[in-house]
């Protein structure tokens, strides 16, 4: 696993590798969990010593919510990272009530608003 020689504030290193068009997480040097959303001390042992890592971007839907509102209906999913971090976005590309739990997913980066954000796909088998 390689190392990403980055440093600075965490929602800084993890925004700037979303607008390159990475997901960035963090994994704790001395009891080797992963850490997101970023953070200063590991929440496992309270380490100081986190690293950053670009997750590969594969995961699973651990869990899915359709919200709806005036503007319409989107969908907040729990994803389970491959690396064994959990995080929240959405799924594009499906109805969102039609999310699959258990579902692989392809992690990329759209622009809203001029910002980068990370959102999910399906990956159909
Ligand atoms: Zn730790």
Known sequence: MTELPTSGAPE???????????????RCRSCTTAVFPPRVLCPGCGG?????HRSAGRGTTY???????RAGAHNVVLVD????????SRVDGV??????????LDFAV?????EPVAVFREVRS
């Open 12 to 26: 800084v290193v993890y925004r700037e590798g979303l607008a390159a068009g990475e997901l960035r997480y963090q």
């Open 48 to 52: 100081e010593e986190l690293a950053w």
């Open 63 to 69: 869990s899915t919510t359709a919200v709806r509102s």
């Open 81 to 88: 990272l491959d690396e064994g971090f959990r995080m929240m």
């Open 95 to 104: 109805e969102p009530d039609a999310v699959t739990i258990g579902g692989r």
């Open 110 to 114: 759209v622009e809203e608003a001029g």
